[in-house]
């Protein structure tokens, strides 16, 4: 019986393998087709509930969630969140009274005690009890409580005399707050004449506030522009009090 020339045992296996070839080909388009479509989803989702999410805390301003409080000290925001550096551009001295608005599980009070010593203040607010119990734990374990006084209040409304501070920091916190300019005149009222103010922003904080509508609540609230460090991602603008 004459055999076709198809039924060859190599033409067999040419066109087997270009058979696989194309079932390869085809597996490896859809799964790659599929794993960027899978991207691009969970991109998209990404981006629209970040955007949900800024706009709002944008629309109803509110504190952070205590219950987040771990996130405050994150070795990921430890990268770029470096106290040391911060106040060494704002110039903390021995016997300072310096004020933390909005001072979170105390990251930034604990250094500030460390830098007005003995001789100094370091007032810490904070409207939430929780993050105050975070704050005085870690001040306590540094060693630097005896020159800290926690107040928990709110910062529209300090418990803190005229003219009485040096410093004040605010990290992360002006766009949590309801009535910025409001509450930035309230500073401006506790600062000394030409005392400075330092506002410190950092964009993965969903209350993030750039840095021209943070210039402009401050001079709206009387204080003088002093300069700007860091980048978009995370700044610092320095401020002074207007007398
Ligand atoms: C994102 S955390 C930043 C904490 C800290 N400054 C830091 O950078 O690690 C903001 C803090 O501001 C506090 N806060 C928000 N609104 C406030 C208000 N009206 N008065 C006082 N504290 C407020 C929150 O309770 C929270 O602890």
New binding site residues.
Partial sequence: MAISSESEPGTIRSNLSGTLERVTQNVTRGVTSGALTGLAAGAGLLVGSQVALRAGVWVQPR??P?QQAAW?EHPLRLRYRKPGDLLGKVGLFAGMSVA??????G??TQEMAQRVGETGTVHA????AQ?IAHAQQRVSAAGVSKQVRFHQ????TLPLPDGSIDVALM???LG??PARVL?LDEVRRVLKPGARLAISEELP?PAYAPAPLVRRWAEEAGFRFGGLTGTPFCYTMLLFAET
Avoid: N, T, Y
């Fill in positions: 504190p952070m205590h405050l933390d608005l909005g001072c979170g599980s990251l930034f607010v904070d409207l939430q993050m209040s709110g910062i529209h990290v992360a916190v949590e707050l509450a904080d």
